[in-house]
């Protein structure tokens, strides 16, 4: 009797060893989320399983909008009575400024160092141009320093000698048409010449 029931517990205890096995090998699958095919039950029926914990979506980077660029003010000059060549007091002159459009258009400028001053010329149409054309008298005679603005661009600077009439070699300054932004050349922004006030059409 006594070897029957010591058999029988060897037994239990054997099964009971596997089971236990068999459990541990189970739940460490499940728990690595790669239970056996044949499982027959799901792996949420098994004590100890921890279920894996859901992985939030990355935030997706949205890029924010961005105004449009505002366009820089440019300032073509052109000797239109005798284009390529020196200003003289007497010639005709056409000045071509570009920037944003429907904007107004400040000119300031300085004669030969003189104190500066800012005029309004107007507004820009609406390709973003504004053309001022006249004639330069004697008043205008001098060296010449400008900056054209439209709205919030950034200006542009002008450098220019206007001679009397019939005098060459007065120290032309830069080559004509000449555009460039303001910082690139320094200079004091002052007067317009009075026939860009009193005589230009825009």
């Known amino acids: 009797m006594a070897d029957k029931t010591t058999g029988t517990l060897i037994t239990v ?80 002159f056409r000045l071509v400024i570009t920037g944003p459009p429907n904007a107004p258009v400040i000119g300031t400028a300085s004669q030969n160092g003189s104190v500066s001053s800012s005029t309004n010329f107007g507004n820009t149409d609406s390709t973003g141009t504004k053309i001022i054309t006249g004639t330069w008298d004697a008043t205008n005679v001098g060296q010449w320093q400008q900056a054209w603005q439209v709205g919030n661009s950034q200006p542009a600077a002008l450098s220019f000698t206007i001679a009397a009439k019939g005098v060459s070699g007065l120290g032309y300054i830069f ?28």
């Open 13 to 92: 205890a054997v099964v009971g060893a596997a089971a236990y096995a068999l459990y541990e090998y189970l739940l460490s699958q499940c728990n690595a989320g790669t239970p056996p095919s044949w499982l027959p039950f799901q792996c949420a029926n098994i004590p100890g399983y921890i279920p894996p914990t859901a992985t939030s979506a990355p935030t997706p980077i949205v890029s924010q909008p961005t105004g449009p660029a505002i366009a820089a003010t440019t300032a073509v000059l052109t000797n239109v009575t005798a284009p390529g060549q020196p200003y003289q007091a007497g010639d005709s």
């Open 175 to 202: 080559q004509h048409p000449y555009v460039v932004k303001l910082g690139q050349s320094p200079f004091a922004g002052n007067r317009i010449p009075m026939s860009l006030i009193h005589r230009g059409n825009g």
